[in-house]
């Protein structure tokens, strides 16, 4: 079984859970969905920045303590000093995205109680 099977059925049309978010015509559900999956990407460049953070803290570590290059350690302080910049700049664009969706959800929420109400 292939990928593609499990969000396309056999007629090409996409599963009906996938379905149900492509082919709204509420512009605030589309833009939600466009922000959560925006978020899913910047918290994969946060974990591939920790990473490097890990590595740069290493790298510095070894430059300075074991009596190797001094440049290397000098090196992996300066790529860890931009590793952190970048941590804390997608930490904080994660955190105001998911404030926005959560607002757009409270919308969404307030509207349809309307609806039923009404």
């Not at 859970?17 to 589309?30: C, F, G, H, I, N």
């Not at 990473?51 to 440049?71: K, V």
């Not at 998911?98 to 609806?115: G, Q």
Request: with cysteine; charged share 20%.
């Amino acid at each position: 079984m292939a990928l593609k099977d499990l969000f396309v059925s056999s007629d090409g049309k996409p599963k009906l859970y996938r379905q149900a978010w492509s082919e709204t015509s509420d512009p605030l559900v589309a833009e939600a969905r466009s922000q959560t999956l925006a978020i899913q990407r910047l918290q994969l460049w946060l974990r591939l920045a920790y990473s490097a953070l890990a590595l740069a803290a290493l790298l510095a570590f070894w430059g300075f303590t074991d009596g190797h290059s001094i440049a290397l350690g000098v090196v992996g302080a300066v790529l860890g000093c931009l590793a952190l910049a970048v941590v804390m700049v997608l930490r904080t664009g994660i955190r105001n995205g998911r404030h926005n969706v959560e607002a757009m959800l409270e919308i969404l929420e307030a509207r349809s109680k309307k609806e039923r109400d009404a």
